[in-house]
T-cell receptor
């Protein structure tokens, strides 16, 4: 079935690292994504990883993919208050459509 | 190169009216996806279209909702006889290739049914 799971909340101190986790269902997913949504705004594509990779780094963002466990994570180094938002994990299910997790609300406090 | 453009950004309709939401994909993108987001919830897939074809409409309610992506012009999501429960943010995304690649979202249309 189509089910992408994420924890609902994460709270971190400014300057610390944040790790947001996600499990997905479709082992044949070719692409896995992380999107950021700020209040009242659309979705901003942060990064994506192709399924034949196990890691991708882009400035402060590191994506880790464990295909065996169908687990995806997003690490944000040196988290800033501007990183406070909802982060969605998504997979391309059945090579047909993006299926989203419920979103993780990241709160960064000083 | 403009991003995915959705209009209107905000739409207010009375119960029973029709709502038309437009989405212009990024230049060179021929795959369009529509999603609905209820307040404080994630995005739910509605429909996937390519030019002139509906590929997957498994997330679309069977009644009152329809979508098209004509050869010329934007993709349209149409909701007939709107009800209060249709109030939500509707997002469109586009991609260049099937099965993935960079999928970009528009800013959404926030529909309020009064």
């Amino acid at each position: 079935g189509e089910d992408v799971e994420q924890s609902l909340f994460l709270s971190v101190r400014e300057g610390d690292s944040s790790v947001i986790n996600c499990t997905y269902t479709d082992s044949s997913s070719t692409y896995l994504y992380w999107y950021k949504q700020e209040p009242g705004a659309g979705l901003q594509l942060l990064t994506y990883i192709f399924s034949n990779m196990d890691m991708k780094q882009d400035q402060r963002l590191t994506v880790l993919l464990n295909k065996k466990d169908k687990h995806l994570s997003l690490r944000i180094a040196d988290t800033q208050t501007g990183d406070s938002a909802i982060y969605f994990c998504a997979e391309f299910y059945n090579t047909d459509k993006l299926i989203f997790g419920t979103g993780t609300r990241l709160q960064v406090f000083p | 190169n403009a991003g995915v453009m959705q209009n209107p950004r905000h739409l207010v309709r009375r119960r029973g009216q029709e709502a038309r939401l437009r989405c212009s994909p990024m230049k060179g993108h021929s795959h369009v996806y529509w999603y609905r987001q209820l307040p404080e919830e994630g995005l739910k897939f509605m429909v996937y279209l390519q030019k002139e074809n509906i590929i997957d409409e498994s997330g679309m309610p069977k009644e009152r909702f329809s979508a098209e992506f004509p050869k010329e012009g934007p993709s349209i999501l149409r909701i007939q006889q709107v009800v209060r429960g249709d109030s939500a943010a509707y997002f469109c995304a586009s991609s260049q290739v099937t099965g993935g690649g960079e999928a970009f979202f528009g800013q959404g249309t926030r529909l309020t049914v009064v």
